[in-house]
Each structure stands twice: as C-alpha cells, then as structure tokens.
Antibody
Framework: EVQLVESGGGLVQPGRSLRLSCAAS????????MHWVRQAPGKGLEWVSG????????GYADSVKGRFTISRDNAQNSLYLQMNSVRAEDTALYYC?????????????????WGQGTTVTVSS | ETVMTQSPDSLAVSLGERATINCKSS????????????LGWYQQKPGQPPKLLIY???TRESGVPDRFSGSGSGTDFTLTISSLQAEDVAVYYC?????????FGGGTKVEIK
C-alpha cells in the first residue's frame, strides 16, 4: 500500500521561508507524477505545484510562481516544497499527492494517493 | 486559467435517492490526440484528505462503489450517486488536469435530507 507522509509545517512569519517534505513508502517505482495541493481553513482545494518523475516537467499555480519551488529525490522517495517569501494567504493544510498516470514524462494526471497533510500558518 | 464551476453549492438528498452534481469548465478538457477528458472527481469527508472517485471523466477508481458514476465531455460533466448512502455525506470536487494550472471546482456539499 502506498503511503505519503508530509512534514515540515508550522508557524512562520510573513516574508520568511519554510520547506515541506513528503515521504513516500510502498511505491514499486519512481515513474509517477507528484503534486502539492493546499486547503485554506474552511475553504476548497487549490493545486499548488506538480512535477513529473525526473523533474523535467514542472508547473505552478500563479499564486506561488516565483516564490515556491517543487523538487523530488527519487533515491530518497521524497518530494519537497521550498516556500519563500511566504504570505498570510499561504496559510493552509498542504497535501502531497501522487499522480495516477502511466506516462512518467507528464504530471497532468488525477491524484490517486494523498497524505494527511501538514499545516502551515503564516503570521507575525 | 481554466475555471471550474460546480453546481449546486449544496445538495440535500434522501437516503436511497439520486444525487447529481454538475461541473462546467471554462475551456474544453477533451484532448483530441487520445480522446480523453482530463477531468476527475474527488470526495472529501471532514478531517480527511480528498479521495479520488473518478478520473478521465468516467473511469471509476478501484474500490469505489458502482453507485458513483461520471459522465460528460468537453466542458460539461456530471457526477451521479445513484442511491445515496449515509457514508456519502461529504464535499465533492471536480478537477481538470488538462492544462496548467490544474484547477478544482469550488465544491458541492452533499447532505442527507
């Protein structure tokens, strides 16, 4: 069974940085897309970023472009989100999710496995 | 950005009755090269992460009860719960993954009448 466990969330001041991690277990290969999706308190789902299997194809939401960086280390079965210049509106529960597609070169797939999330609170 | 608009915002249905949720995309999510609609449906219960129900607009995820079905093409899609069960109380989201940014609908809350 594939499991995703996020970590790295916490309270951070506006303008500072934070790095989220997602550890994957139970995966038989690394040829799958990965995503970060967030959910502000009481709100809906917002896709943040996606990455293909080797990092050659990456996408970001406009709201985080230029501030956040997604990366992965397949040897460590890990996904990361470097969050710089954070803002109050970045306050949310951040989920890591696995794409369900069969072409490892793309991240344009639905998300079939989700972690429980890690909470980021941006406040002074 | 492809805007996903769900309707209604909330829905109260009697146990055993049909529930229908609509999702409209501002641009087509049908890929001409493979004739697939890049559209997914998710269920989220309180305090839980989302769960994938349907992908490619109509393909049921493994383990999802067959009372859940998806239909539609291009810009108009529907999620149907044929016979609502108590455990189906949740918020349902549609999502397009055809183009970046990937976008979700605003969600539809399904309750028991």
């Amino acid at each position: 069974e594939v499991q995703l466990v996020e970590s790295g969330g916490g309270l951070v001041q506006p303008g500072r940085s934070l790095r989220l991690s997602c550890a994957a277990s139970g995966l038989t290969s690394d040829d799958h897309a990965m995503h970060w999706v967030r959910q502000a308190p009481g709100k809906g789902l917002e896709w943040v970023s996606g990455i293909n299997w080797n990092g050659d194809s990456i996408g970001y939401a406009d709201s985080v472009k230029g501030r956040f960086t997604i990366s992965r280390d397949n040897a460590q079965n890990s996904l990361y989100l470097q969050m710089n210049s954070v803002r109050a509106e970045d306050t949310a529960l951040y989920y890591c999710a696995k794409g369900n597609g069969d072409n490892p070169n793309y991240y344009y797939y639905a998300m079939d496995v989700w972690g429980q999330g890690t909470t980021v609170t941006v406040s002074s | 950005e492809t805007v996903m608009t769900q309707s209604p915002d909330s829905l109260a249905v009697s146990l055993g009755e049909r529930a229908t949720i609509n999702c409209k995309s501002s641009q087509s999510v049908l890929h001409s090269s493979n004739n697939k609609n890049y559209l997914g449906w998710y269920q989220q219960k309180p305090g839980q992460p989302p769960k994938l129900l349907i992908y490619w607009a109509s393909t049921r995820e493994s383990g999802v009860p067959d009372r859940f079905s998806g239909s539609g093409s291009g810009t108009d899609f529907t999620l149907t719960i044929s016979s609502l069960q108590a455990e189906d109380v949740a918020v349902y989201y549609c999502q397009q993954y055809y183009r970046t940014p990937i976008t979700f609908g605003g969600g539809t809350k399904v309750e028991i009448k």
